[in-house]
């Protein structure tokens, strides 16, 4: 219940990581709140501002955690107090152990004075990193469940995202942590694919690389339990910094706009990293769509299925709380193709009228659809019963 009141649908919200790494300043995280809310993003739902590694300065003589000084001159409670006036919320970033994965003062031993500050901050979402940390499963739950119960005793409401990477099965154990949220991979780099089944960790990730892992989690997830499918790269183009790493050379629209329709019949987390200040239409045209966020969001809080599954066509069905059914037909190859789909194959039977989430149309009625797929787009349509 406590899970289903905190995360009811994904969260959505823009992190700091991909754009700032841990060169982050407070008066940069206030002009993009500015930013989300001029741009219109808080309108559509992004409405968490997440900081990630790097604002931390170590513990004062009480051991209290601090922000560093000279990145957060007036503190994390007065950008709190700051972004909440404009109707975001606030997230902070920690580490199940002594240090975070960039090298920062972590939580482990901390756990119940880290939560109370973060509380009395006014921080309503923590993403708990596991770099450091030990690769057993008994001791990530152990630490992830320290941190789950002091966050629920701290007097606030704290969405918890467990970020483990999957490689211990979070998806089996982290709900019971107190966890609304649990990354289903490594980090996500802004690149299309490329995985290196001996070295996962070091090839780095892409989109389909991630769809892979993440499209057979769809039945761990629902209201207040979501496979985090990491940030969206949407609008990075390449940038130097963190997913420019591994081979991150950047994507084009098309890939971007996939990423976008997948994440969100994926019911992943939809986590903007880009410079939210400095958005191009194709950006906004992507981060943007009110109908493709529907699917997201919908309140059934189901993860589609991926009902065809070959080295072209990837075909999801996503059932919404309505009855109307999303469907997001992949093409994964090089190549424009045409595609041909009856409904029927998909488990839906009889007639739908289609509609097109990114050409906001009507494109066909009937048992089912043809058309071409440009190389790595991802069609995104809603089905409605006729
Ligand atoms: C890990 C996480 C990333 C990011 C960095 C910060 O790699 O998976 O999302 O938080 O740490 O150091």
Redesign the pocket.
């Known amino acids: 219940m406590e899970s289903k009141r905190l995360a009811p649908t994904p969260p959505m919200g823009w992190m700091t ?1 991909n754009f700032f790494a ?1 060169k982050i300043h407070e008066q940069d995280l206030r002009e993009m709140a500015d930013a989300m809310v001029a741009s219109g993003m808080v309108e559509a739902g992004y409405n968490y501002l997440i900081i ?3 604002w931390q300065g170590g513990r004062d003589n009480r051991n209290n955690i601090i922000a560093d000084p000279k990145k957060f001159p007036s503190g994390i409670k007065a950008l709190a107090d700051y972004v909440h006036s404009k109707g975001i919320k606030l997230g902070i ?1 920690s580490d199940a152990a002594q240090l ?3 090298g920062y003062t972590g939580s482990l031993g901390f756990e119940e004075q880290d939560a109370k500050t973060f509380a009395s901050w006014g921080i309503d979402y923590l ?1 708990y ?1 596991y ?1 450091y940390a030990p690769k057993d499963s008994a001791i990530a739950v152990a630490r992830y469940t320290k941190m789950g119960e002091a966050l629920r005793k701290s007097g606030r409401d704290i969405v918890f995202g467990v ?1 483990e ?1 999957g490689q211990l099965q979070p998806w089996h154990w982290a709900l019971n942590a107190g966890g609304q949220l649990w ?1 289903s991979t ?2 996500v780099r802004d690149k299309w694919r490329n995985l290196d089944k001996r070295h996962p960790d070091q090839a780095g990730y892409g989109i389909l690389d991630i769809v892979d892992i993440n499209a057979d989690l769809h039945a761990y997830a629902g209201p207040g339990r979501w496979n985090d499918a ?2 969206l790269v949407v609008g990075l183009y390449g940038k130097p910094g ?1 997913s420019g790493d591994l081979g991150g050379v950047g994507m084009n629209d098309m890939q971007y706009q996939s990423q976008m329709s997948l994440w969100s019949v994926m019911a992943s987390p939809l986590t903007a990293t880009n410079d939210v200040r400095n958005m191009n239409e194709a950006t906004k045209r992507i981060l943007l769509n009110k109908e493709v966020i529907a699917v997201n969001q919908d309140p059934l809080g189901k993860q589609a299925e991926r009902k065809v599954k070959d080295d072209t066509w990837n075909v999801f069905v996503k059932p919404l709380q309505n009855g109307d059914m999303a469907v997001a037909i992949l093409n994964r190859g090089d190549a424009a193709k045409n595609y041909s789909i009856d409904w029927a194959n998909l488990g839906l039977n009889g007639k739908y009228e289609v509609r097109d989430l990114w050409e906001h149309k009507t494109v066909g009625k009937g048992k089912g659809w043809k058309g071409l797929v440009q190389p790595h787009e991802t069609k995104l349509f809603r089905l409605k019963k006729i």
């Open positions: 990581w841990d990630d590694d790097g970033y975070t994965c960039a993403k990193d770099c970020c990477w990354r490594f980090d990491d940030m963190p």
